[in-house]
């Protein structure tokens, strides 16, 4: 059965997405199987540990260019903003995952689908979408704070180590990524630095695990760690 390590801290810049790469980088090097989990919007982690649909390079600049001179072309008397805007979503669209972490969230039972091989050995992801700033708003309910842990439960005998990185916000994104650590075994790491901001984000993010092992016992069972970053 793996075990769930979730990167916490609402605050940015105290190295959540850097330890989960060396984390993941050191653990497949063993020979451990590990999966990623990008519980961000911004997808850091995504570009990162791209897949094999997810990768935008200079060709795809190349591609938006001529999409929108065509579509400039075709359709003059429109405004060029809104035609580079479409130009640009369709080009990315065509470039996404077509099942990620948002999916997940929506029905765990999928989650076999959402899983990507990454270039690196032993190393696979659950890839980021901007979709999951929607996630929050559609799933506002007590019942979906386990969403991510039902969707480990089903692939976790494939894997020794889920690590997930998460965004430095509150909300039921980082609720799920508190709930999934809910066993023996189970981390949660709050890297933090030694200044009022990184002190102010412990505070917060210590009080939200504590509330959340309050409505679900359970979750008093994984340890918390504090990593001091520089």
Known sequence: ????????????????????????????????????????????????????????????????????????????????????????????????????LYHALLYPEDIK??????????????????????ADMELKNEAAVTRIREAIEIVNEYYDYVIIDNQPFQNLLTYNAISACHKKGDVLIIPAKIDRGGMEGIISTVSTIIKRVAADRTIGQADVHFLVTM
């Open 1 to 100: 059965m793996a075990k769930v390590v979730s990167i916490l801290g609402y605050k940015g810049g105290i190295g959540k997405t850097t330890t989960t790469i060396n984390l993941a980088y050191g653990l497949a090097e063993k020979g451990y199987k590990v999966l990623l989990m990008d519980n961000d919007p911004q997808g850091n982690l995504s570009s990162i540990f791209p897949t094999i649909n997810n990768d935008l390079e200079e060709s795809s600049a190349k591609e938006m260019m001529d999409v929108f001179d065509t579509k400039t072309f075709n359709q003059p008397d429109r405004p060029k903003l809104e035609l580079a805007y479409e130009a640009l979503e369709e080009v990315v669209h065509k470039q996404r995952c077509s099942h990620d």
């Open 113 to 134: 689908d959402c899983i990507h091989h990454t270039e690196y050995q032993n190393i696979d992801i659950v890839p980021s979408s901007p979709q999951l700033d929607k």
